[in-house]
Structure formats: C-alpha cells, structure tokens
C-alpha cells in the first residue's frame, strides 16, 4: 500500500512540480516588483524580484511539505519565503501596501488564465504531440487548480496573509493595531480555520476551484 503510495506522489510531482514552484515564485516576485514601483527598493536589493525559484524556496514550505502531502494525501501544497517590504520607504504606506498585497493573488489569476489558455492548445496540437498530451494536460490542470487555490487562500482576510494586508489597509488604525496583535497567531488561526471548514463540509475551496475549471472547459 505504501509503495502505491509513493509510486502515486512521484508521478503527481512530475506533474505538478513546475506548477507549483512558478505559482509561488511568480506570487513572490510580484509583491517585491509592485514595492519596488512604489517606493520600497527592499526585496530588489536582496534580489527577491526575480523568477530564480531558488531565490523563493523555504526549505519547509516549498520542499518538505509539498512533498509530504503529497504522499499522505495526494494534494500538493507549499509556500515560499515571504518577500520582506519595508513600508515605511512606500510613498502613501497605506494604500501601497494594500496594492503590494493585491499583487501576488493578482500573478496567481493571470498565471491561472496561462495555463487555460496552455490546457486548450495542448488539447489542439494532441494529434500532434501523441503520448507527451497526457502529460502536458496534467501539468496545465495542475497550474490552474494551484493558482486559483493559492490566489484564494492567500485572499482570507487573516494577517500575515495578504487578504490581511489589504483589509489592515482598509480599517481604522485604532482597528488595525488590534489585527497587528494577532498577526503572530495567524497562521495558527488559518490551519484551524481550514481543518474546521473541510471537516465539517462548510466550504471546500477544492471543489469551488474544480467548479470554477470546469466552467473554463478544464477538466482532469
């Protein structure tokens, strides 16, 4: 059974390897591009703005984990090193991080339309790709199903996720003070958040993103 198992994770990392690292890169780089624009030359100086995956990778969010889950559940997952900005170097602090924030969902969905319009050419050159097709579809469903469910999770309006970002920008400062005190449990409150959801059928962001692909023409 173990050996299905590993077998099954080897052949969904083939896949979803290049999905994955390009849909946490580009979501990186996005943030430290957008800060750079405005201002904060930070994570441009460090050399974060740049599609070298090796620049992003967190030996844990990217490698372990990713790796893991798809072993034990056949459901790949992971994250990055998170960009460091400096608001105080933005020209308007506020509404520039609210726009540096909206910045690594916004490479999620335009790198999701990618791999659609990627899924849909490979579905035309088939005949022509022979045996390669099966693989090239795997890869562009799996480069869309990452970004839409990395765009969306990152979306939660819970710090230090970007959806935090942009609402810490939104609120009152007396308001925002108290999201700055929480920020240390965030990703505590996240995880519990997501466990309660799945376990009890309240929201399964899997399936609003399959739905979501289906409409697109994208299945697997």
């Not at 022979?130 to 795997?138: A, V």
């Not at 979306?155 to 920008?169: C, E, M, Q």
Request: aromatic share 10%.
């Amino acid at each position: 059974m173990f050996s299905v198992q590993i077998t099954h994770a080897l052949q969904l990392l083939s896949v979803a390897a290049i999905p994955v690292l390009f849909a946490i890169t580009v979501h990186e780089a996005a943030h430290g591009w957008v800060a750079s624009r405005l201002g904060d030359r930070t994570a441009q100086m460090l050399g974060r703005v740049s599609l070298n995956p090796a620049k992003h990778i967190d030996p844990i969010g990217t490698v372990v984990v990713p790796i893991l889950m798809s072993i034990t559940s056949g459901f790949i997952f992971g994250w990055a090193k998170p960009v460091p900005v400096n608001t105080r170097n933005l020209r308007n602090p506020k509404r520039d991080m609210i726009l540096v924030a909206f910045a690594g969902p916004s490479a999620n969905l335009l790198m999701a339309l990618g791999w659609v319009l990627f899924f849909h050419l490979v579905t035309m050159l088939s005949v022509v790709l022979g045996s390669s097709t099966k693989f090239f579809l795997s890869m562009s469903f799996y480069g869309i199903y990452i970004n839409i469910l990395l765009m969306l999770f990152n979306l939660l309006p819970i710090l230090p996720l970007d959806g935090g970002r942009v609402l810490r920008g939104l609120v009152p400062e007396s308001i925002g003070r108290r999201l700055d005190a929480l920020e240390r449990y965030g990703l505590i409150i996240t995880v519990l958040l997501v466990v309660v959801l799945f376990k009890y059928g309240l929201f399964r962001p899997d399936l609003v993103v399959l739905r979501l692909m289906a409409l697109l023409g994208v299945s697997p």
